[in-house]
T-cell receptor, first 110, second 110 residues
Framework: NAGVTQTPKFRVLKTGQSMTLLCAQDMNHEYMYWYRQDPGMGLRLIHYSVGEGTTAKGEVPDGYNVSRLKKQNFLLGLESAAPSQTSVYFC?????????FGSGTRLTVV | GEDVEQSLFLSVREGDSSVINCTYTDSSSTYLYWYKQEPGAGLQLLTYIFSNMDMKQDQRLTVLLNKKDKHLSLRIADTQTGDSAIYFCAAYTGRRALTFGSGTRLQVQP
């Protein structure tokens, strides 16, 4: 039972490049979330989804897009990466309560 | 919206008890959670408490909730070096997603 799997684990991007972070869960959870973690700032919600085909903005959505075409997958896209998006990105899923987190993607934008 | 505050750092000696404190602002928070993050890893759910409870004990962990003061604490008895990590408090109001504090780094001195 894998839980929540994030790919890739590490990535270095140049300013202006695009990329997609993939989150996959095998627990049949309805809710999925993308957070970013920066030193001293805890976790900030980027986007979330309350079910297949739905997405909603979180606290810091600018510069990111998401899609949830399948219940088990939640994709986070950066269309034109900026150095301010250097961070550790965490995906989480939930049946409607406590979260299960992935192990994170460390992204550096140079 | 909800705001969750934690102190940034706590240092204790091995074998002592650790108490990590958290305050939140939204009195309609229904569930309050404690997560643990070890270096390079995702967040792991430690325990949670429902808002109609004052206390919850789970082996070495004791959670105390003071709803009047909107104060939550996590006590770790007989703290071990393996307990060294960042501990996050999180509050859920049912409206969107968990709101996390900025985390308390617990350092356990041998």
């Amino acid at each position: 039972n894998a839980g929540v799997t994030q790919t890739p684990k590490f990535r270095v991007l140049k300013t202006g490049q695009s990329m997609t972070l993939l989150c996959a869960q095998d627990m049949n959870h309805e809710y999925m979330y993308w957070y970013r973690q920066d030193p001293g700032m805890g976790l900030r919600l980027i986007h979330y989804s309350v079910g297949e085909g739905t997405t909603a903005k979180g606290e810091v959505p600018d510069g990111y897009n998401v899609s949830r075409l399948k219940k088990q997958n939640f994709l986070l896209g950066l269309e034109s990466a900026a150095p301010s998006q250097t961070s550790v990105y965490f995906c989480a899923s939930s049946p409607g309560g406590g979260y299960t987190f992935g192990s994170g993607t460390r992204l550096t934008v140079v | 919206g909800e705001d969750v505050e934690q102190s940034l750092f706590l240092s204790v000696r091995e074998g002592d008890s650790s108490v990590i404190n958290c305050t939140y602002t939204d009195s309609s928070s229904t569930y309050l959670y404690w997560y643990k993050q070890e270096p390079g890893a995702g967040l792991q759910l430690l325990t949670y408490i429902f808002s109609n409870m004052d206390m919850k004990q789970d082996q070495r962990l004791t959670v105390l909730l003071n709803k009047k003061d909107k104060h939550l604490s996590l006590r770790i008895a007989d703290t071990q070096t393996g307990d060294s990590a960042i501990y996050f408090c999180a509050a859920y109001t049912g409206r969107r997603a968990l709101t996390f504090g900025s985390g308390t780094r617990l350092q356990v001195q041998p």
